[in-house]
């Protein structure tokens, strides 16, 4: 198989959502930006480390191997406070394997129930992986905020319909995708990665 390598970037993920997210995240960088999406024969990933490093850094470094192609991954989980920051690294999979997110939504929604609203203190957490040649870096992105009793909007992936972020009244999945793009957890870790990526192409 052949991989275009000249500014050219590999999202390690297949998500729909994810790819779109980061996709605008990183507009700014006018590079060529690929995903496991448009690979459809590379290897699934298996997500088996114990931190939101530990995936983001497996995935980055297999897709990179796999195509000498430049790759860009994330973990991100949902830490709530009340249950001891779980679900944590295994959100994607917290109802079981293969599961959809209203199925994540639903097991969180019955292990909070009748949490009052004040402790229901949450935040999302992400780890960005970006692997080159010769070079392997992280950033890190925390957004806080709360999490309702009954999921609202329809926009966004995951966890996005119970989470409000603080400062504001709606949930990420009611939110405009500029506006999410703008103070997420996901566009704090790869704002910072734009830097280091941006400084990496200017070489290659």
Same mark, same amino acid.
Request: glycine share 8%.
């Given at each position: 198989?052949?991989?275009?390598?000249?500014?050219?970037?590999?999202?390690?993920?297949?998500?729909?959502?994810?790819?779109?997210?980061?996709?605008?995240?990183?507009?700014?960088?006018?590079?060529?930006?690929?995903?496991?999406?448009?690979?459809?024969?590379?290897?699934?990933?298996?997500?088996?480390?114990?931190?939101?490093?530990?995936?983001?850094?497996?995935?980055?470094?297999?897709?990179?191997?796999?195509?000498?192609?430049?790759?860009?991954?994330?973990?991100?989980?949902?830490?709530?406070?009340?249950?001891?920051?779980?679900?944590?690294?295994?959100?994607?999979?917290?109802?079981?394997? &293969? =599961?959809?997110?209203?199925?994540?939504? #639903?097991?969180?929604?019955?292990?909070?129930?009748?949490?009052? /609203?004040? @402790?229901?203190?949450?935040?999302?957490?992400?780890?960005?992986?970006?692997?080159?040649?010769?070079?392997?870096?992280?950033?890190?992105?925390?957004?806080?905020?709360?999490?309702?009793?009954?999921?609202?909007?329809?926009?966004?992936?995951?966890?996005?319909?119970?989470?409000?972020?603080?400062?504001?009244?709606?949930?990420?999945?009611?939110?405009?995708? &500029? =506006?999410?793009?703008?103070?997420?957890? #996901?566009?704090?870790?790869?704002?910072?990665?734009?830097?280091? /990526?941006? @400084?990496?192409?200017?070489?290659?």
């Amino acid at each position: 198989m052949a991989f275009q390598s000249t500014k050219t970037l590999i999202l390690a993920t297949r998500n729909p959502g994810k790819v779109e997210e980061i996709t605008s995240i990183l507009s700014g960088l006018h590079l060529t930006v690929k995903s496991l999406l448009d690979y459809p024969n590379l290897p699934e990933v298996v997500e088996d480390g114990q931190t939101l490093e530990e995936n983001a850094l497996k995935k980055a470094r297999e897709i990179f191997r796999a195509t000498a192609v430049p790759a860009l991954s994330d973990d991100t989980g949902l830490e709530v406070f009340y249950l001891g920051m779980k679900p944590g690294v295994f959100s994607a999979r917290y109802a079981g394997e &293969n =599961v959809s997110y209203a199925d994540n939504n #639903r097991k969180l929604l019955a292990e909070l129930k009748n949490v009052p /609203i004040n @402790e229901r203190r949450a935040q999302f957490r992400c780890v960005a992986a970006f692997i080159g040649k010769g070079v392997e870096r992280t950033t890190h992105g925390v957004c806080p905020g709360r999490l309702l009793d009954e999921v609202r909007g329809s926009g966004g992936f995951g966890y996005d319909p119970l989470f409000v972020p603080d400062g504001y009244e709606e949930t990420f999945a009611q939110l405009p995708g &500029n =506006v999410k793009n703008s103070i997420s957890h #996901r566009a704090m870790a790869f704002g910072q990665m734009e830097t280091i /990526i941006a @400084e990496y192409f200017t070489h290659f």
